[in-house]
């Protein structure tokens, strides 16, 4: 059997065969051109920076079953984040498009809504709920090759890991940390960008066909699948952030106050300078300081030279107000979650045991085995049908077809013979 690799040769996207199990060995032969060579090639590379270009390009990605998909991000440059560039590939093209100088997007959202349209995508849960936060799109029909490589049990799970693996190419990373809403965009930039989505194709087909080798390629779609209905939990999603700080909710009320009125006071100034508020001061830092004595020499010390203590009295004064702040607490309700029986403690434990060492033995990331989420939530419901086990929140198809009767068997086990009594259909 052989792998049908894209080689990005003078002629645009040129297929070149050879056997599966030495996925780089044409590159290597004599007569091979050296891999500097094909990063790109002449493959056509388009930028695309107005509502025009995009509907012109659009049109050519509305015919593709299968294009590669990755964004870039200014988060560690604004107060409230936002997608600063994207890059798509097809088999023919690549494309990098710039959002910021264009009003409508429209013609590519319906293309990422488009089930008939594989989306190959590397990491993309930040992606996913960009999209959902910048554009309220969704991404439908998804493979992302990090939960392919790991359903492959690959010992490097990075793009970068796996572009080497495959292609033998050493991805220059010197700009994973750059201000991507910054312009103009030089072409080390856009070949940077370009690069992330340049490869995926390619990949995406070398991992399909190990995947359906050992017939997980199912797995790896309903994984990817699962993973396009994560949502937003950065800046905004949450009511109360301050109350996630490690620590928050064993603080004194007086104390909860003063953390609330330093986080307020952060964000205020993070958003008029439009910077991410950990330059202003870093979470870690808030409890300490609201734990500390107001104008103390250890108060002074742990603001520092900070944004935030640059105006101190006027700290000072949001913390002596917060002690008169009856702004209310609560958290959100929690969604119920089914009480642990009798046995619970007993069949997790067994559960665990079988799992750890599974993981162990066959140095495999436990992701593709069962969570301990998914532990928990099989030791509370005790299973003892295939059809039991299916109807668990979680769990998914292809562990069951996998696991069935091993679960089932381990807590078969660990039941005493009065627990498994109940009627079973």
Not at 16 to 36: G, M, V
Not at 392 to 417: F, H, M, S
Request: positive net charge; hydrophobic residues 40%.
């Amino acid at each position: 059997m052989e792998v049908k690799l894209i080689l990005l040769s003078k002629n645009g996207a040129d297929y070149k065969s050879f056997p599966r199990n030495n996925p780089i060995a044409a590159l290597q032969s004599p007569n091979s051109h050296s891999l500097e060579k094909y990063m790109f090639g002449q493959k056509p590379f388009f930028t695309v920076e107005s509502n025009t270009h995009l509907q012109e390009i659009a049109q050519h990605i509305q015919s593709q079953k299968i294009i590669a998909v990755d964004l870039e991000a200014n988060s560690l440059f604004a107060y409230k984040e936002r997608i600063s560039l994207i890059q798509i590939s097809t088999y023919d093209n690549d494309y990098v498009i710039d959002p910021l100088g264009i009003d409508n997007m429209e013609p590519l959202l319906c293309v990422l809504r488009n089930p008939n349209i594989r989306k190959v995508m590397h990491g993309s849960d930040f992606d996913i709920v960009s999209f959902k936060r910048d554009y309220n799109t969704g991404i439908v029909n998804l493979f992302d090759t990090l939960i392919a490589a790991r359903f492959l049990r690959y010992s490097g799970l990075g793009l970068a890991a796996l572009i080497a693996k495959h292609f033998g190419y050493t991805i220059d990373k010197k700009y994973q940390k750059h201000n991507w809403a910054k312009r103009p965009l030089l072409q080390e930039h856009l070949d940077y960008a370009r690069g992330d989505t340049h490869w995926l194709l390619a990949l995406y087909d070398i991992m399909t066909l190990q995947l359906k080798t050992i017939s997980l390629f199912g797995a790896a779609l309903e994984e990817s699948a699962i993973l396009t209905h994560k949502e937003w939990n950065g800046k905004g999603a949450h009511p109360h952030p301050y109350m996630r700080l490690k620590g928050f909710r064993s603080l004194p009320q007086e104390e909860k106050k003063r953390v609330r009125a330093i986080w307020e006071y952060r964000e205020v100034i993070a958003e008029r300078r439009d910077v991410p508020s950990f330059r202003i001061f870093s979470n870690h830092s808030i409890l300490p300081l609201a734990t500390t004595e107001s104008g103390s020499s250890i108060f002074t010390k742990i603001l520092g030279n900070s944004p935030l203590g640059r105006d101190k009295a006027l700290l000072l004064e949001k913390l002596e107000a917060a002690s008169v702040d009856e702004r209310s607490f609560s958290l959100p309700i929690k969604e119920h979650r089914p009480q642990s029986g009798p046995y619970t403690d007993k069949v997790l434990s067994a559960l665990r045991t079988w799992r750890n060492h599974k993981v162990e033995h066959e140095n495999i990331d436990p992701v593709i085995v069962f969570s301990n989420d998914q532990l928990k939530a099989i030791a509370r419901a005790i299973p003892l049908t295939e059809n039991e086990l299916r109807d668990i929140e979680g769990i998914r198809r292809w562990q069951c077809a996998l696991y069935t009767d091993v679960v089932l068997n381990i807590v078969d086990e660990a039941l005493p013979k009065k627990a498994k009594k109940r009627t079973v259909t």
